[in-house]
């Protein structure tokens, strides 16, 4: 992933033009494939100052691909009336550093915190031992078993690290799923029982939290599956996955 920048200035009496133009040339970066994601911003303390940033899947893909792609004539003709005025268009490697601020709560404190993940697992899997689809995926299952799921979902969702730290994080718990063998009727079991547990013990209902809580539900399931399954991809070495208020792990092909 590449972002490159370009700054604009523009001058008293064009701005309009100038914004319509790149609403115009949108249509071709959603359309291109190199193109992960855009946005133009316009300076408060200087109204002709612009800064348009565009994440590209690489350098490479941007100056190779897109450029002498079908998209890039489209795209040219919108903006070239522009290209004198700008003062800077260069590619940026993004640095480790990166995070959010607090102007929103996580998911984990909206949800509860510790409290309410571990109320949470310590319900469904009373459930689940009495499931008949599900209790015998879980049979002879570890007394903490429900206190380490929610620990994992806490970080996932914002919470503290305490699964990286005390269960091993991604890696461990893939593994934890290696030639179970869990059936599609098993997941989709797993996902249903687990939202209507998350109704009993009063669980957030608004449509925002549940919506992240039941795509990362989908997205954590289908990779059990996948990880349980008779040819299971190599164990992850990455972070834990963090979800967050309309952020998911990133898209890899």
């Given amino acids: ?31 291109a494939e190199q193109c992960v994601d855009y946005e133009l911003s316009r300076c408060v303390e200087d109204p002709g100052a612009y800064v348009l940033r565009i994440r590209w899947t690489s350098t490479e893909d941007h100056l190779r691909g897109f450029r002498t792609g079908p998209q890039f004539a489209a795209f040219l003709a919108e903006v ?30 909206w949800a509860g915190g510790a409290d309410a993940f571990e109320r949470l697992f310590t319900r469904f899997y009373e459930h689940v031992g009495k499931d008949e689809v599900l209790a015998p995926v879980f049979a002879g299952m570890d007394p903490h078993h429900a206190e ?67 795509y990362y539900l989908e997205w954590g399931t289908r990779m059990a599956v996948i990880y349980s399954g008779p040819n299971p991809p190599p164990l992850p070495e990455t972070p834990m996955p963090r979800w967050d208020w309309g952020l998911t792990p990133p898209y890899r092909p």
């Fill in 1 to 31: 992933m590449i972002v490159e920048y370009i700054r604009y200035r523009i001058a008293d009496g064009r701005h309009t033009a100038f914004e319509e133009a790149y609403g115009r040339a949108a249509g071709p970066l959603r359309a």
């Fill in 80 to 109: 070239r009336p522009y290209v004198e005025d700008i003062e800077e268009m260069r590619h940026y490697e993004v640095t480790e550093v990166a995070g959010r601020g607090g102007s929103a709560p996580t998911l984990y404190a």
């Fill in 148 to 214: 380490h799921v929610a620990a994992w979902l806490g970080e996932v969702f914002g919470g503290p690290a305490r699964y990286s730290t005390g269960h091993g994080g991604h890696r461990h718990m893939a593994s934890r799923h290696l030639g179970r063998g869990v059936t599609e009727q098993q997941r989709r079991r797993w996902v249903a029982l687990l939202l209507e547990t998350a109704d009993e013990v009063g669980l957030p209902a608004d449509p925002e939290f549940r919506g992240v809580l039941a």
